[in-house]
T-cell receptor, first 111, second 113 residues
């Protein structure tokens, strides 16, 4: 069966510090991968998606970047966090015939 | 481009009340439509889905019908429980290309005993 792992679950980081959130998928190959963010009191915004290794598309200009070094690994990064980067980050994967599955999320608080 | 609009929240109801959360969409072609639920402190779970016009998705007493003529996918439940308190997201999805989910802004539902 397919599973998606996302960590850490909770993170508190100071302004200006770097960020690395990791997401891995098991049990499938060549999935589409996604990073979404949910800011406090707001809906879900697609940040990045990837249809293959090294292929990253950005939906919204921002202080974040994404990378896909392996087929089933998707990383969200920042060199210097801003207060506005606080939120709930969700990784997801999809593949034709499998629908869309979300990870459990990372709650990031920038202080 | 594609978009989804949900009714503004928060919505507060008493237990056993009837629930409707409105959702309308703008899209070309024939997207699939979904309702996701987010319980406090958790990620998103698929609640129900419909893949073509006039399909009715249902799960846990919730229902939604894909109405192409009104471009709507309203969520309903006949008798809500306290445990239904959560944030509900309507979304559309295309099985082409990057297969991006487009979400509505979410509706926070609180059920009082």
């Amino acid at each position: 069966s397919q599973t998606i792992h996302q960590w850490p679950a909770t993170l508190v980081q100071p302004v200006g510090s770097p960020l690395s959130l990791e997401c891995t998928v098991e049990g499938t190959s060549n999935p589409n991968l996604y990073w979404y963010r949910q800011a406090a009191g707001r809906g879900l915004q697609l940040l990045f998606y990837s249809v293959g290794i090294g292929q990253i598309s950005s939906e919204v200009p921002q202080n974040l970047s994404a990378s896909r070094p392996q087929d089933r690994q998707f990383i969200l990064s920042s060199k210097k966090l801003l207060l506005s980067d606080s939120g709930f980050y969700l990784c997801a994967w999809s593949r034709t015939g499998y629908g869309y599955t979300f990870g459990s999320g990372t709650r990031l608080t920038v202080v | 481009g594609d978009s989804v609009t949900q009714m503004e929240g928060p919505v507060t109801l008493s237990e056993e009340a009837f629930l409707t959360i409105n959702c309308t969409y703008t899209a070309t072609g024939y997207p699939s439509l979904f309702w996701y639920v987010q319980y406090p402190g958790e990620g998103l779970q698929l609640l129900l889905k419909a893949t073509k016009a006039d399909d009715k998705g249902s799960n846990k007493g919730f229902e939604a019908t894909y109405r192409k003529e009104t471009t709507s996918f309203h969520l309903e439940k006949g008798s809500v429980q306290v445990s239904d308190s959560a944030v509900y997201f309507c979304a559309l999805f295309r099985f082409q290309g990057a297969q991006k989910l487009v979400f509505g802004q979410g509706t926070r539902l609180t059920i009082n005993p």
